[in-house]
């Protein structure tokens, strides 16, 4: 663990409201099918989108289109075209391999950047509802973007600028639940692990309805409040340290605009579309959305204290224990259950941090 930390408090954003681009509330304006739950719209987050980010949310499809299915970097045998509606016929050990080098930031990797009302074209996400009965719902949102640039770490032991953890491929997720309608707790989905937060305690949309979250220049790791996060100690979130995130109020996206929308049967491990004509083969592909981790022979990577440059692709939705019995997932972490977006002074070890206050 480290011993000093030089950090800086942020200012409080818990349950305040700021100036956005307006959306429609209207369920049918916002294109979702019949059958989806109006709770479900009505408290959707909005993202904010980093203001330097060059990778944004991407198209599902255009990604198939620019990626060939590999394991150990050898071609497999795959459908052709590739599509949302065959990709459960690839294998587990697959890796959705792109045919350019990323090193040369090809175009396509770059996304969609959405229109001025935070409107993206193409489908870019997807809302997963799962329904446990007894007025008890869990409803996901998945963000997916093409690549994620991992970010730079601290000057460390005489080393500058050092970049690790760049992937192709990326899902994000927040989820939301519910009791009889009603908005309890919020789950931000960040790296390998996350942070959970009351309802009542996040940023508000200008509806004062609709939960806000930032997404992390490069990362895409969402988090509840803007600025700098350092997230080298999971459940440990401060705005500064060696592995930070930067968020702040860029470009608005309003994701609602470009999903599908699907129903997930627990029991049966199975996905419906809401409106019956949304591919759900994709949801069952069990391999990775990105290239294998590049081996040390190839020029590309780079590897210091076990960490590299390049790392593998994510596995998709069905993935995220979409099933799950606390708001957050069974990863090893302790689960806390924030109250507070801003950060207060906690113990650990004899050292004192900045950080968020808890409520168990």
Known sequence: MRSTFHVLALAAFAGSVLSAPTTKNNIEERQAPNGVPDYVLKYAPVVYLHSQDPYFPSDLSTHLSHVTPRANFNPVSAPSPLSLTNLDQLGGDVYLTSNDDVTQNPEWIKGVRPDGNGKMEGKTAAVVVNDKGSGN??????YFYTYNWGGLVAKI???KGLNFGNHVGDWEHIMIR??????????????SNGQAFTY???EKHTDNTRPVAYSANGSHALYAIGGGHDHTIPNLNLPGGVLVDETDRGV???????????KYDAGANSFTAYDGSAPTQWLKFGGRWGDQEYPTSDK????I???AKFVGGPTGPADKQLNRNNVCPENGQKCILRGFLVPRKVETDGVVFEGDEVVE
């Open 137 to 142: 719902v869990d409803a996901f949102y998945f």
């Open 157 to 159: 032991l005489g080393f």
């Open 178 to 191: 519910f009791s009889n309608g009603q908005p309890q707790h919020v789950w931000y989905s960040q790296h």
């Open 200 to 202: 009542s305690a996040t």
């Open 252 to 262: 608005f996206w309003d994701p609602l605009q470009s999903s599908y929308y699907y």
């Open 300 to 303: 590309r990577q780079v590897k």
């Open 305 to 307: 204290f076990g960490q």
